[in-house]
């Protein structure tokens, strides 16, 4: 089983700066079968990224994703207020499916 | 535009089976792989399974001694039955939609709202 181990666990930014979360997995991700979701409470996950850097339909272009084999990143260039939520990487290279921990994006 | 919807009992006792539907609604259930994804309150995501529209399976290791998930295709919807349930199985479980068409190695573009599922006496 691949391990998903992001950072950090907690990110405190306001609005307007940049955020650079981390996924690093245990062992290599082939073909970058990494996908990032943003998820705000009480609500289900919401696909951003997936193939590590290919933006999802309707996601706006300051969230990108990068990396390959065992790190990747996923960047908020200019954070806007809606953006404080919860992230989780996941990966679709082998089985089972994995996600990360989680990092919370907050103010 | 495809929606997911959840439905089953919020409650569930414990040793007891745990059964959850997902019906898919604004296009077909054909050509796709379905699965269920579950998140206990304040912890992190985790994937219990998928299944095919033809029926195929692949479940998580860690629960698949308990796992059934089938499928309905003439009533568009699939199945999570999780059987011998723990207070560890509390959670909100999640049925979501494989990106791409028979690609059972893919990221979940579509999610249902999520159900609540408690497990208590």
């Known amino acids: 089983e691949i391990v998903l181990t992001q950072s950090p666990g907690t990110l405190s930014l306001s609005p307007g700066e940049r955020a650079t979360l981390s996924c690093r997995a245990s062992?290599?991700?082939?073909?970058?079968?990494l996908a990032w979701y943003q998820q705000k409470p009480g609500q289900a996950p919401r696909l951003l990224i997936y193939?590590?850097?290919s933006r999802a339909t309707g996601i706006p272009d300051r969230f990108s994703g990068s990396g390959s084999g065992t790190d990747f990143t996923l960047t908020i260039s200019r954070l806007e207020p809606e953006d404080f939520a919860v992230y989780y990487c996941?990966?679709?290279?082998?089985?089972?499916?994995?996600f990360g921990q989680g990092t919370n994006l907050e103010i | 535009q495809v929606q997911l919807q959840e439905s089953g009992p919020g409650l569930v006792k414990p040793s007891e089976t745990l059964s959850l539907t997902c019906t898919v609604s604004?296009?077909?259930?054909?050509?796709?792989?379905w699965a269920w994804i579950r998140q206990p309150p304040g912890k992190a995501l985790e994937w219990i399974g998928y299944?095919?529209?033809?029926?195929?399976?692949n479940y998580n290791p860690s629960l698949k001694s308990r796992v059934t998930i089938s499928v309905d295709t003439s009533e568009s919807q699939f199945s999570l039955r999780l059987s011998s349930v723990t207070a560890a199985d509390t959670a909100v479980y999640y049925c979501?939609?494989?990106?791409?068409?028979?690609?059972?190695?893919?990221?979940?573009?579509?999610w249902g709202q999520g159900t609540m599922v408690t497990v208590s006496s």
């Open positions: 979501a939609r494989h990106k791409r068409r028979a690609m059972p190695y893919d990221a979940f573009d579509i």
């Open positions: 604004g296009d077909s259930i054909g050509s796709y792989y």
């Open positions: 299944i095919y529209y033809s029926g195929s399976t």
């Open positions: 062992q290599s991700v082939s073909s970058g079968s």
């Open positions: 193939g590590a850097s």
């Open positions: 996941q990966q679709y290279s082998s089985s089972p499916h994995t």
